[in-house]
T-cell receptor
Framework: DAGVIQSPRHEVTEMGQEVTLRCKPISGHDYLFWYRQTMMRGLELLIYFNNNVPIDDSGMPEDRFSAKMPNASFSTLKIQPSEPRDSAVYFC?????????????FGPGTRLTVL | AQSVSQHNHHVILSEAASLELGCNYSYGGTVNLFWYVQYPGQHLQLLLKYFSGDPLVKGIKGFEAEFIKSKFSFNLRKPSVQWSDTAEYFCAVNAQSSASKIIFGSGTRLSIRP
């Protein structure tokens, strides 16, 4: 299996622009997670899905952030409009069952820089 | 609310030295505990995990961690580090009452001098 795939790996954009990050989970995994990693705040869970349905989005920082999972093999995280403080590495992870005994597998991350 | 504290932000060791990275969590209920590692330029990988049973957990690459419930701790250890252990290490906790939601610590950067 190719593992969790994220694109793009790097994104540089200007403040006010829309940014879309993409994730393909491991086939057969029912849970998908979006995390943000910054020096100041460490690794934060933004939102997670079970069978394409958002379960907990309490970590989404504000309305500028939105996430969708139209099918079992694809998810997007969108920031509109983007701001310099959104600069971070965004990780996607997936797990088979998502319960307390399962392991999350992380993608390589997207490094976002907002100028 | 759950939280995880990693007290050492940056640890520098020489090869063959022994390692112990501290991790404390705050949650009164039953928890699952994890250590993840992020090598330079790579994504997070699971090093080891504790769900139940023997509180001394052995992971990959010679790492182990001990769950001490009375101290709310899950410290990571390795008796003899190698240069290739240079990475960032994250402790994480998942309360069994909030399935799937894992809270990560801020991470400890480990630098090994060859």
């Amino acid at each position: 299996d190719a593992g969790v795939i994220q694109s793009p790996r790097h994104e540089v954009t200007e403040m006010g622009q829309e940014v879309t990050l993409r994730c393909k989970p491991i086939s057969g995994h029912d849970y998908l997670f979006w995390y943000r990693q910054t020096m100041m705040r460490g690794l934060e869970l933004l939102i997670y899905f079970n069978n394409n349905v958002p379960i907990d989005d309490s970590g989404m920082p504000e309305d500028r952030f939105s996430a969708k999972m139209p099918n079992a093999s694809f998810s997007t995280l969108k920031i509109q409009p983007s701001e310099p403080r959104d600069s971070a590495v965004y990780f996607c992870a997936s797990s088979r069952r998502g319960g307390t005994s399962d392991t999350q597998y992380f993608g390589p991350g997207t490094r976002l820089t907002v100028l | 609310a759950q939280s995880v504290s990693q007290h050492n932000h940056h640890v520098i060791l020489s090869e063959a030295a022994s390692l112990e990275l501290g991790c404390n969590y705050s949650y009164g209920g039953t928890v699952n505990l994890f250590w993840y590692v992020q090598y330079p330029g790579q994504h997070l990988q699971l090093l080891l995990k504790y769900f139940s049973g023997d509180p001394l957990v052995k992971g990959i690459k010679g790492f182990e961690a001990e769950f001490i419930k009375s101290k709310f701790s899950f410290n990571l250890r390795k008796p003899s580090v190698q240069w290739s252990d240079t990475a960032e290490y994250f402790c994480a906790v998942n309360a069994q009452s909030s399935a799937s939601k894992i809270i990560f610590g801020s991470g400890t950067r480990l630098s090994i001098r060859p």
